[in-house]
């Protein structure tokens, strides 16, 4: 991590979470790959990230385990795509805790928000991880999200990134 | 935010969650707010974050609410407490998130973890904000922190947080 000391060896789980996942860039590159995002463009469209930031972030969760990168069929434009792993999937829930803190505490509402939704029950989450009205698991097979505001109308069902996971053969394009 | 853009007008709740919490060193220091901590050096001891770095920390941490700033008994000594504000303790599932990451995928079990039950069954917590053996929310009231390691059997019932939520009365010591 560039912005401050390495805290991989830290004796606390919440440190060491943050070692990895706490980097703001890098959690909203995980929300683009959420969202089905896999290439360079796609990451940055809704980041607002720089070329050179993106650059560095996508190496270091590609080395930290988050991202998996398959470089494309070699041509006169070989692209790389970066997949979620599972380790990467796996924390979602930390990104589902900072959307409902912020829905009751940041919830300017005309810039628009995030919808949250099981997929199986349909209602909205109010915890991280966990339907509370149907109790199945908030990760990406059951997970919906829709945006509210500048992206007004975009819908995402997260096994769009399980998808990216399952398939590891870069397909032609 | 020191270390990049401004997102608190991001069109959407991650971005705006992040915009808050989403700096390595606040969390840390939330981490030792639920823990009891209230003064400069409680904050300090277990961090490792520079006096400058916790000073900064500390005063935008109070601008965005996440802490009340109490100032003692004036006198030849006088010294501040940091109190959590609710929004403040809104934030566990936060860091229980980024801890229930690392149990996983950053495991280190000689560096030491921290044990997360909840205080009603006693069950290991296995969601961020959620038991999932009895259903009760995992806030404040209902959580206790076990240190593991280098602070070995340090516990902590995270209600004393809660104090500092309700007694906004600093008492001189």
Redesign the interface.
């Known amino acids: 991590?560039p912005?401050?000391?390495d805290?991989?060896?830290?004796?606390?789980?919440?440190?060491?979470?943050?070692?990895?996942?706490?980097?703001?860039?890098s959690?909203?590159i995980l929300?683009e790959a959420f969202g089905g995002a896999t290439r360079f463009e796609g990451f940055s469209r809704h980041t607002?990230i720089t070329d050179k930031a993106l650059s560095g972030r996508l190496k270091t969760m590609t080395e930290n385990?988050l991202l998996e990168r398959v470089d494309g069929p070699s041509g006169a434009r070989p692209r790389a795509e970066y997949r979620l792993t599972q380790?990467g999937a796996?924390?979602l829930?930390?990104?589902?805790?900072?959307?409902?803190?912020?829905?009751?505490?940041?919830?300017?509402v005309e810039?628009?928000?995030?919808g949250i939704n099981c997929r199986a029950c349909g209602a909205r989450a109010r915890?991280?991880?966990?339907c509370?009205t149907c109790g199945r698991d908030l990760d990406v097979t059951n997970t919906r999200w829709t945006?509210a505001?500048?992206?007004d109308g975009e819908q995402v069902d997260l096994d769009s990134a399980l998808d990216n996971l399952e398939d590891k053969q870069l397909a032609s394009r």
């Open positions: 991590m912005l401050r000391s805290w991989s060896d830290r004796p606390c789980t919440i440190a060491r979470g943050i070692d990895v996942l706490g980097d703001p860039w959690l909203l929300r607002g385990g380790a796996d924390a829930p930390v990104l589902h805790a900072f959307a409902l803190w912020a829905e009751q505490h940041a919830p300017n810039l628009g928000r995030l915890s991280a991880d966990t509370r945006w505001g500048s992206r």
